[in-house]
């Protein structure tokens, strides 16, 4: 079959620590914007309910496929959290939530026998791939001429993964999306982009924030497993918004689950010793203890005083029902100690808000970040959005947005970015750079030529900048230059040098240095020592011999924020290095 030319089918998965949601657009109809995305709200077995389904799954003992999403009920011995098992070797950061790191490890977090967490995420969305092939026919126009039948149409998929993985689990994630099936088909392609990029996209396409050239936007994705950071610089809103980058991504285990794993300890240290004759099923996510503790936590709102009571049976229940001899305990769990779970929990989220907020303004030099846009299903908790507004407060004049469903903005932006296809993060340079050079002498010339003290005289000399970035322009992480400078080299002299670098902030047409126009920002330092400097151009110049030392210097964006780097060769071997932040308006 044919597929029409130009028609692109995109389906975003966003597979999270508790809920899973995916969303589904083609571009035969309508514009690129969040509101015509497809999310899917009917999930087994028959459940009609918010955009997502929780990321739980229940193996059956018969052959049978496993349970997932609304399918397992209270009871059942299931798999939840598994996205966080994936990262779990990982080095503890800063940010992360000391209890959901204990918990992480503990036995309320099982894998079945005999599977590691890859297995059992490859077997959870291998279940949310059937549910895509199944709606797929029934939420998107197939191109004409493929009878309604999606094997023939190529699809991208777009996985949304925290920022803070290492390249250790998003191969551990990626060969889970294999394993699902997700690339039986040579028509199917699969790509990944980060959670707060995604939500991003979202943001910067949502009209509703009313978004200024020059606004420093900070999103913050509180999600169940992590929280995870970006910040922007909005540099044009007319004809499009245009951003750039400011810092990169970077998150912490300190979302919902956190304040779940408070939860399980306040349990214990009620429970004392009976804690551990607690049968999982009673206490693990998705039982019905846990449940209810969802409700509590998704209303609290810090403002009243209530007290909610929770009763666990002890002992494991028999399968004799005469012989069982189940022992029940009630804790009471009052607001207070609601506020207390949150309390560790949201400090963590701040300072890893405040975290960013400062480097970001390190970045630009002054005080940038004047939005802070909280999205993810945990920033729906109105106790979070009020904490958080309240802190911010404090720190400058920062205000507080939330889009009106939080949970599903980085779905949303994922299906964007499936469909506008990948592009380089670009950098607005707000300077021109340039390198100081000399030039060959040329005796013949001596009027125009600046004065060198050269010992007890004066030689001729002609030092410029050559222009290497050029202000209003813009550049990718994937740019690469290099330029040639020379440097002025007598005998004698000490053999390290710097390469000067320039910045200026109006056209400069007359390059030379000393032009008020131009600011010396920093330098290369170059080491020529072991260099056969005779492979040099050189010069006898009053009986004495000057070297016009040549430099390779490459000029790159290396990394996803603004910074500059400067490599310098000469003679094929490495002499130099300077990362330089670029200025920012
Ligand atoms: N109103 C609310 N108040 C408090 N917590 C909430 C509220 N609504 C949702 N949550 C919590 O938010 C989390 C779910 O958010 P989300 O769906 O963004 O996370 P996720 O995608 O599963 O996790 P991650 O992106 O970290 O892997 C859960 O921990 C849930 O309990
Ligand atoms: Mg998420």
Request: hydrophobic share 35%.
């Amino acid at each position: 079959m044919e597929v029409e030319s130009g028609y692109k089918l995109v389906v975003a998965v966003d597979y999270g620590t508790t809920f899973t949601a995916f969303a589904i657009k083609s571009n035969a109809v309508g514009q690129a914007d969040t509101d015509s995305i497809r999310l899917i709200t009917r999930w087994p077995p028959g459940v009609t309910s918010g955009f997502d389904t929780p990321s739980l799954i229940s193996y059956t003992h018969n052959g049978e496929p496993p349970l997932w999403g609304y399918q397992v009920e209270p009871g059942m011995q299931s798999y939840a959290w598994t996205k966080l098992l994936l990262d779990r070797n990982i080095q503890h950061g800063d940010f992360d939530d000391e209890m959901l790191r204990v918990v992480t490890g503990s036995k309320i977090l099982q894998l079945p026998d005999q599977k590691e967490a890859v297995d059992t995420v490859a077997d959870y969305l291998s279940q949310i791939y059937g549910h895509i092939q199944y709606h797929l026919p029934r939420v998107v126009e197939l191109p004409r001429g493929c009878g309604g039948d999606p094997s023939g149409v190529p699809i991208y998929f777009c996985f949304t993964t925290p920022a803070s993985w290492s390249e250790q689990t998003r191969s551990l994630m990626r060969e889970a999306i294999r394993r699902a099936g997700f690339e039986t088909s040579p028509l199917h392609q699969v790509w990944t982009a980060t959670e707060p990029e995604a939500a991003a996209l979202a943001v910067f396409s949502e009209k509703r924030f009313n978004l200024q050239s020059h606004d420093g936007v900070l999103i913050c994705d509180c999600g169940g497993g992590t929280v995870d950071i970006t910040t922007y610089y909005v540099t044009d809103v007319v004809p499009t918004i245009s951003i750039e980058q400011i810092t990169a991504a970077m998150g912490a285990k300190c979302g919902g689950t956190a304040i779940d794993s408070r939860f399980y300890e306040f349990v214990s240290s009620r429970l004392e010793g009976e804690f551990d004759n607690l049968p999982m099923s009673e206490i693990q996510p998705g039982s019905r203890a846990m449940t209810r503790f969802e409700e509590v936590k998704k209303a609290f709102d810090g403002k009243s005083e209530v007290t909610w009571h929770f009763d666990f049976n002890l002992n494991a229940p028999s399968t004799h029902s005469a012989f069982s001899n189940q022992k029940q305990r009630r804790v009471f769990l009052r607001s207070q100690d609601v506020r207390g779970l949150y309390e560790p929990v949201l400090g963590s989220i701040f300072a890893l808000i405040r975290s960013q907020i400062s480097a970001a303004n390190e970045r630009c030099r002054r005080d940038v970040i004047n939005k802070v846009v909280l999205v993810g299903g945990f920033s729906a908790s109105p106790y979070l959005q009020e904490t958080l507004q309240r802190a911010l407060k404090h720190i400058g004049n920062i205000s507080v947005l939330v889009p009106m469903n939080p949970g599903e903005t980085v779905v949303r932006g994922a299906t964007l970015q499936g469909l506008r296809g990948y592009s380089p993060p670009t950098y607005k340079c707000w300077r021109n750079y340039g390198l100081a050079s000399v030039q060959l002498f040329d005796l013949s010339h001596q009027n125009e030529l600046q004065g060198l003290e050269y010992g007890s005289s004066t030689l001729p000399a002609n030092f410029f900048v050559h222009w290497v970035l050029c202000k209003g322009q813009r550049y990718s992480n994937e740019f690469q230059s290099s330029f040639t400078i020379r440097v002025l080299h007598r005998e004698n002299d000490l053999l390290v040098k710097a390469v000067d670098i320039y910045e200026s902030n109006v056209p400069v047409t007359s390059a030379r240095v000393g032009n008020p126009d131009m600011r010396r920002v920093d330098y290369i330092e170059c080491h020529f020592n072991g260099l056969d400097l005779t492979r040099f151009p050189h010069q006898t110049i009053a009986g004495q011999t000057v070297y016009y030392l040549e430099v390779s210097v490459e000029v790159s964006f290396p990394m996803t924020d603004r910074v500059i780097r400067f490599s310098a060769r000469a003679l094929d071997q490495e002499i130099g290095e300077k990362y330089l932040t670029m200025a920012h308006d």
